[in-house]
T-cell receptor
């Protein structure tokens, strides 16, 4: 079973700061997911990536397959970015048997 | 809007009872996944269906069962409920079983009293 570790567990920052959330896993994978869980509980899929880097608006996700590590960056952070960010990796390939990290609770202060 | 519909949003029931959670996947998605999120365990994969067939099983209790119907909607049945089954249950869908984006429903919050 893949072991997934996220850091930090909690992060509080001022509006406008550059945010980095890290995810490490123990077994090689085909792709990794980054999810956002809002305070109300709903989950939104942010990225699925298997190599390199992806960007969507102020969000950037990178993955290093060799080092078994991924990062999620938020540029020019805003209070509406406050949420729990979760990385997830598959058991075999694709979306199968996802193992989830414990999440990073991000709070952006105006 | 992810296009995935879960009903009901909230469910309060007593220990020993049985409930059914329903999920309609995004149009065109053939794969449906069920996850449980409890305070002490975090998000855990329960079971996956693809085009009506069970595809993969995770940490799903024997008291729980699921199925995917010909119209691709899925139901998760939870029976002999215990206090520890109180959790958020999420359904997600994707177009296939490989490396494809996941679309999550808003979840069903189950409270067992």
């Amino acid at each position: 079973k893949n072991e997934v570790e996220q850091s930090p567990q909690n992060l509080t920052a001022q509006e406008g700061e550059f945010i980095t959330i890290n995810c490490s896993y123990s077994v090689g994978i085909s792709a990794l997911h980054w999810l956002q869980q809002h305070p109300g509980g709903g989950i939104v899929s942010l990225f699925m990536l298997s190599s390199g880097k992806k960007k969507h608006g102020r969000l950037i996700a990178t993955i290093n397959i060799q080092e078994k590590h991924s990062s999620l960056h938020i540029t020019a952070s805003h209070p509406r970015d406050s949420a729990v960010y979760i990385c997830a990796v598959p058991g075999n390939f694709g979306n199968e048997k996802l193992t989830f990290g414990t999440g990073t609770r991000l709070t952006i202060i105006p | 809007d992810s296009g995935v519909t879960q009903t009901p949003k909230h469910l309060i029931t007593a220990t020993g009872q049985r409930v059914t959670l329903r999920c309609s996947p995004r149009s065109g998605d053939l794969s449906v996944y069920w996850y449980q999120q409890s305070l002490d365990q975090g998000l855990q994969f329960l079971i996956q269906y693809y085009n009506g067939e069970e595809r993969a099983k995770g940490n799903i209790l024997e008291r729980f069962s699921a199925q995917q119907f010909p119209d691709l909607h899925s139901e998760l049945n939870l029976s002999s409920l215990e206090l520890g089954d109180s959790a958020l249950y999420f359904c997600a869908s994707s177009v296939d079983v490989g490396d494809s984006p996941l679309h999550f429903g808003n979840g069903t919050r189950l409270t067992v009293t």
